[in-house]
Structure formats: structure tokens, C-alpha cells
């Protein structure tokens, strides 16, 4: 592993590549258990007091040079509020006008952020130099490709501003009734007033799509066929008021606030939103008319170098398309090593691993119900694994965090483009509490053995967990996020339940448990293999199906949300091996002195970070 070209850090991965983990070495710590002992937190460096201030005013002004970008951010951190309330009334600026000045900032932030003297700093704020430095860099290498939808410290690599899971409208209904507060007159007309704007945004993304379509940028069919068919449905709300009038309007009669909110809403959304989405539908018509089943980026203009980035953007590192594929390989064998003998344990003694996971998920034992019964059933079952592992976090951490978070359903319209789960934190002030959003469109996506690891992923200790530590940092750190992180760590927590003992008495949930690991090795090589080796949608469906047993009807959206995404589903396996490299090195370097406990604390403490930042960060907690 090399270090990311956009990282600042002096740590190299080279320093991390003298301690290797071996792929048996990774495959005996997925089931370890750590002992517990005391040790120190971390030290922080001495400051001159008018330079550290100077840094921590430096870094909130670029942290609110962002927010002014995306100002949807501000409010689910709960932080458009007193001078900055006026964000609560804004949407992005999704023009091709827009993405050049959001840029632009990028290279003027990043300018400052390389140019302040560093010497004497804390070392958590030189961590947020180099965070703000990797992210910034990666941005603008990414602005610099001619087309799509370019995270900035997030997770969605999108050649394609408007298809299937990515677009206005999808994010922004959900946002406006889950992430928009109404508790007050001025709350409600901040809605309307992002009601008014929509359109714009809708008009912004439908230019940049055209541009896009206009140096040969379309999308392959099979995704236009279910961005089509979501528009439809959008459109089929909005056109009577629908979902985001609804919401307005049960809402500020909850909180009593008077007014003709309804009325205005819908004004709005049937007469203005409604055309700019049939708008964007007669586009991806267009786009349909001349679509190929081609999957992989490598089909589009310039696709090599976009699937390149991509790979950088979402690993934090230099691996290339080759050596994540023959990773995803050999992981996948050793982790199906110890699942054989497992299944062997329980009755399924012939066929490969993937034949009989597939057999085992035909296990009715293992079914939820049905329909709305069936959905009651999973939501009851998530709701008790959440009460379960929340009261195992004192035997991981040293300070343990809130854990403040709900379970919902995603909106039906967005189910069909949607993957099985996703969640992360709320807001900084606790407002609005951390989410895991699950699809519940056919409960034949979930098994009873599979969604204990589910939840550990989405919610505790992972997503919203880790997201809470990050929230207590400065604004800029709990803004930027890196996707090998954030998905490395989700991907080290459900490691971290098995090691608190949750499937010592159930060996299908471990068997559930390793199938999701084996999982992420198989997106190491379906990701790869769509987007580098040029393999088909069905090749890569089957490969996940004869390989790992998975379910066709979970596989689809899944392979789907790949060629969506190019890279991302490489993040999640890269990261939690680089966290289990990390625990290896601190284990050997602490000897008795190690204490899981601590590790973990050290690692969220040091917030969401590049992995090279990440080795610097647990360097300094090895030699505190």
C-alpha cells in the first residue's frame, strides 16, 4: 500500500508496509478476542497559544467556506443556526456555474491550509491540516475530470449526476422530511424557501447531464431503466403535492405553528418541482434512446482516468485496479476456509461455500414473513441486536458514546435503486439523531442470520457510533469524511461484535457474519472486474451469487450501485484490513500494555481520516 498523492502527513505507508498483516494472520483476527488491561490516552504536543488560535480559526473559516456550498450539510449537523441560520433557507448550486466556484474555493482553502506554519501546532489540529489537505487535493483532482458528481470529504464517486442513487430527486425529499427541523414559523418558511429553490437544482443537474451526454456520457441502460422508472414515481407524488407537502404540513400542525403551509408547499411542488423532474425524465429518456449494456466506466469518455481516481478517491491510497482484485481474491478464499467447517457443523456438507449458503438461505428458519408482518419482524429484531451490542461498548471503549440513533424505513420510491441498509450519525448538538435507513421493499432481502452484522455495520459501534466521536471534533473534521475510513471502520465493527460474543451461541449468525466479510472481498472483485477487466452485469451478478451464496434479488442493486459508483465498494475491505494492520502493529509495539479498549478509543478519538493519516495517528498513541 502507497500513500495517498493528496496527503500532507510526513507518516508515509511505507512506514506501515514494514509491518505487514498476512492474509492468514487477517483471517485469525476476523474471530479474536482481545484481552482487556489500562493504558494512557494519547499526548498532545505543546502549542504557542496565538498560533494554535490562529489554526483553529483558519480551519472553522474553511470549514464554513464548505457549509456555504452545501448548506444541506449545515443543517444535518444540526450547525445552521444564530449567525449561520441563514443556510437553513439554502440548497446547492448544482449548475456547472456552481461546481467551477465550489472549486474554486477548494484551491483557494487548500492554499491557505498548505501555506500555515504548522511548527508548535497540537498534533490534533496538524491532523486536521493534513484531513483538510488529502480531502481538498483529491476534490479538486476530481472537479478536473469533465464530468460527474464529485464528493468533497464523502463517499459517492458519480460519473452520472442524475441515474438510479444519485440526483436532487432522490436526496433532497428524503432530507427535507427526515434533516429539515421544523420547530418553529421560521423553520417552516426556511422549508418553502428550499421548496422555491429545488427547481434550480433540478435545472443545474439537467445541464450538467446534457453536457455530459454532449461529449458522449451515457449511462449504461439497465441503470436508465431504474432512474426512469424512480422519476416516474417521484413525479406520480409530486404532481398531487405529495410526500414533501405532507411532510410540511403534519409537521408544523405537531408543533401548532399557524399558517397556510400546505397550500404553499404545494403551490410550489406541483407547479414549479413537478416540471423540472418531467424535465429531467425527458433527458434520461433521451439517454435511453442511445444507451448501451455496457457496465463498466471504462466504456465512457476519459473512463480509464475517471476509474483511477475514483480508486484513489475512495481507498485513500495508490492501489491499483490489479492488486485490489487479486486482494479481493485471496481474501474471499480464506475467509470461505472458515466457513466450510462451520457449515459442515450445522448439516451442509456438500457443494462449495456459495451452493451452500444458498441452500442455507432457502432455510425457513432463518425467513422473516412476508409482506408488512414480515417488515414488523425485522424492525423488531433490529431494534433488540441495537439494545444488545449498546450495552457491550464499555468492554470496547474507553468512553463511551451516546449512541443516539432510530431505525426507519427508506421511502418506497427509492427502494428499488437502493442497497439493503445504510445509516450514519445526526447532528453535532444531538438534535437529530443518527439514522439507519433500511429496505424493507421485499423482506426476502434480509435473513435472520445476516442482519445482527447489519446492524453492527449501520449503527453501533459502527456508522453512527464513529460518526459521534468524529461530531465532537472541530467543524471541519466532523464535516470531512474518507470512504476507506467510514466503511473501514463499519467493516472492523462487525468484527467487533463477534469478538464481544454475538453469535457465540448461534453458529448461523456467524456463518452470517463471516458471508458479509466474504462479501466485501467479493466487491474487491466485481468492482474491479466491471470497471477495469470489462466484465459483464451478469458475470459480476453470478460471481457474488456461485461464489458467496448471496441472493440474487440483494446482488443486483448491489452490482448495480457499483457501475453507479465506480471505486467505492473498494473502500470497505482496504480500510478495515489498514485498521487490523494498525491493531497488529499497536499489539506487538504495547505487548501487556495493549488494551483493545484503548486502541479503539484512539482510533475514533483521531476521527475520520485518510489512512496514512490514520498510521500517524495510532503512531502517536503507541508512543504515548
Request: hydrophobic share 40%; proline share 5%; aromatic share 8%.
Amino acid at each position: 500500500m502507497t500513500p495517498t498523492v493528496a496527503s500532507a502527513t510526513s507518516y508515509t505507508m511505507q512506514h506501515i508496509n514494514d509491518l505487514p498483516l498476512s492474509r492468514r494472520s487477517f483471517i485469525a483476527a476476523l474471530g479474536s478476542t482481545s484481552a482487556l488491561a489500562v493504558m494512557p490516552g494519547c499526548v498532545t504536543t505543546p502549542a504557542t497559544a496565538s498560533g494554535q488560535v490562529a489554526a483553529e480559526a483558519l480551519l472553522d473559516d474553511i470549514a464554513w467556506n464548505l457549509l456555504r456550498h452545501e448548506p444541506t450539510r449545515a443543517t444535518s449537523l444540526g450547525v445552521d443556526t444564530g449567525v449561520h441560520a441563514a443556510l437553513r433557507s439554502q440548497l446547492a448550486d448544482a449548475s456547472l456555474e456552481g461546481q467551477n466556484a465550489y472549486a474554486a474555493t477548494l484551491r483557494a482553502d487548500l492554499e491557505r491550509a498548505r501555506a500555515f506554519p504548522k511548527e508548535g501546532l497540537e498534533a490534533a489540529t496538524r491532523t486536521s491540516f493534513e484531513v483538510v489537505e488529502s480531502a481538498y487535493a483529491t476534490a479538486i483532482d476530481g472537479f478536473a475530470l469533465p464530468y460527474g458528481d464529485i464528493p468533497v470529504g464523502s463517499w459517492r464517486t458519480a460519473p452520472y449526476a442524475v441515474i438510479q442513487n444519485v440526483g436532487a430527486y432522490i436526496d433532497l425529499p428524503r432530507f427535507m422530511d427526515s434533516s429539515h427541523p421544523i420547530e418553529s414559523a421560521a423553520d417552516a418558511e426556511a422549508y418553502v424557501a428550499r421548496l422555491n429553490q429545488m427547481p434550480g437544482v433540478l435545472a443545474g443537474e439537467l445541464e450538467r447531464i446534457q453536457q455530459a451526454r454532449a461529449i458522449g456520457v451515457v449511462p449504461p441502460d439497465f441503470l436508465l431503466d431504474k432512474a426512469i422508472d424512480q422519476m416516474r414515481r417521484q413525479i406520480a407524488d409530486t404532481r398531487s403535492g405529495g410526500a414533501m407537502v405532507e411532510s410540511l404540513t403534519r409537521r408544523t400542525a405537531e408543533k401548532g405553528i399557524a399558517g397556510n403551509w400546505g397550500d404553499r408547499a404545494k403551490t410550489i411542488v406541483t407547479g414549479s418541482i413537478t416540471p423540472a423532474l418531467e424535465a429531467q425524465l425527458a433527458e434520461l429518456q433521451v439517454q435511453r434512446a442511445s444507451a448501451d449494456s455496457d457496465p463498466g466506466i471504462w466504456s465512457q469518455p476519459r473512463g480509464d482516468e475517471w476509474y483511477a481516481w475514483s480508486l484513489r478517491s475512495s481507498t485513500t491510497t495508490d492501489m491499483g485496479p490489479d492488486e485490489i482484485h487479486e486482494l479481493g481474491l485471496s481474501t474471499l478464499e480464506d475467509i470461505h476456509s472458515r466457513m466450510d467447517p462451520i457449515l459442515c457443523d450445522i448439516g451442509y456438507n456438500d457443494g462449495s461455500v456459495g451452493t451452500r449458503m444458498t441452500q442455507l438461505a432457502e432455510d425457513e428458519r432463518f425467513k422473516f414473513a412476508e409482506g408488512n408482518p414480515g417488515r414488523a419482524q425485522i424492525m423488531e429484531f433490529i431494534e433488540e441486536r441495537v439494545d444488545w451490542i449498546r450495552a457491550q461498548m464499555p468492554r470496547a471503549f474507553r468512553r463511551v458514546a451516546p449512541g443516539n440513533l432510530e431505525v426507519r424505513r427508506l421511502p418506497p420510491a427509492e427502494e428499488p435503486g437502493a442497497p439493503t441498509a445504510y445509516g450514519g450519525a445526526g447532528s453535532v448538538d444531538g438534535m437529530v439523531p443518527g439514522r439507519m435507513w433500511i429496505n424493507l421493499r421485499t423482506t426476502d432481502l434480509h435473513r435472520r442470520y445476516d442482519l445482527p452484522t447489519l446492524v453492527h455495520h449501520e449503527t453501533i459501534p459502527g456508522h453512527v457510533w464513529e460518526g459521534e466521536y468524529s461530531n465532537q471534533l472541530p467543524l471541519i473534521r466532523s464535516i470531512l469524511a474518507f470512504n476507506s475510513f467510514s466503511e473501514g471502520w463499519a467493516l472492523y465493527a462487525e468484527q467487533l461484535g463477534d469478538e464481544l460474543g454475538a453469535y457465540e451461541d448461534n453458529p448461523a449468525w456467524q456463518l452470517g457474519y463471516l458471508q458479509g466479510a466474504a462479501f466485501r472481498a467479493c466487491r474487491l472483485v466485481v468492482d474491479t472486474g466491471l470497471h477495469h477487466k470489462r466484465w459483464g452485469r451478469e458475470q459480476s451478478i453470478r460471481f457474488f451469487m456461485d461464489r458467496n451464496g448471496n441472493k440474487r434479488e440483494e446482488v443486483e442493486s448491489e452490482v448495480d450501485r457499483y457501475c453507479s459508483w465506480p471505486g467505492q465498494a473498494t473502500g470497505y475491505m482496504v480500510g478495515k484490513q489498514e485498521i487490523l494492520r494498525q491493531r497488529e502493529r499497536a499489539t506487538v509495539a504495547l505487548g501487556g500494555q495493549y488494551d483493545l479498549r484503548d486502541f479503539n478509543q484512539s482510533v475514533v478519538d483521531g476521527g475520520n481520516v485518510p489512512l496514512d493519516v490514520l498510521a500517524g495517528n495510532i503512531t502517536r498513541y503507541i508512543g504515548s
